[in-house]
């Protein structure tokens, strides 16, 4: 597998078997695109980690409803999902699968969170993007 594109903070295009497919990182919500600064900081932490041409392995979750490969990615033996995570850069997520618990990435936003990374340094808290993902149409699914 080869990585094409970062498309946002929680979605790349890859190469499998010779085709570009859409991969969303499993268990994970990047901010939506309305929540700036952050979304914009969740998107420069993937290309950070991630930079096209990277080689690496996909675990196959699941595939959703916009026809996207769901999976936990693996770059140089790192998941790009907890390293994500643990920047504070996304918050995690089982909501979107409810395959998450063999993962820490719980645990890991705790850390996160107790050492107010990233998102996790607004006072008050960032509002979860489910909690606002029905009352904003910014164009992501």
């Known amino acids: 597998m080869e990585v094409l ?7 790349l295009l890859i190469e499998v078997n010779g ?14 695109p309305s929540q700036v600064p952050w979304a914009g900081r969740a998107d420069q932490a993937m ?17 959703d409803v916009h026809g996207r490969l769901v999976g936990r ?3 140089n033996g790192q998941d790009i999902g907890a390293d994500l995570v643990r ?3 996304v918050f995690a997520w089982d909501g979107f699968l409810g395959r998450c618990d063999d993962l820490n990435y719980s ?7 107790s050492k107010q990374r990233g ?7 960032l509002p979860r993007p489910w909690d606002v993902m029905e009352s904003i149409d910014d164009g992501e699914p």
């Open 5 to 11: 594109s970062v498309h946002n903070g929680q979605q």
């Open 19 to 32: 085709q570009g497919r859409t991969l969303r990182l499993a268990c994970i919500q990047a901010p939506r």
């Open 47 to 63: 290309a950070s980690l991630v930079s096209r041409g990277a080689k690496g392995m996909f675990e196959l979750r699941s595939r």
């Open 73 to 75: 990615l693996l770059v």
């Open 87 to 89: 920047q504070g850069a």
């Open 107 to 113: 645990a890991i936003e705790a850390q996160a969170r």
């Open 119 to 125: 998102l996790w340094s607004v006072a008050g808290g």
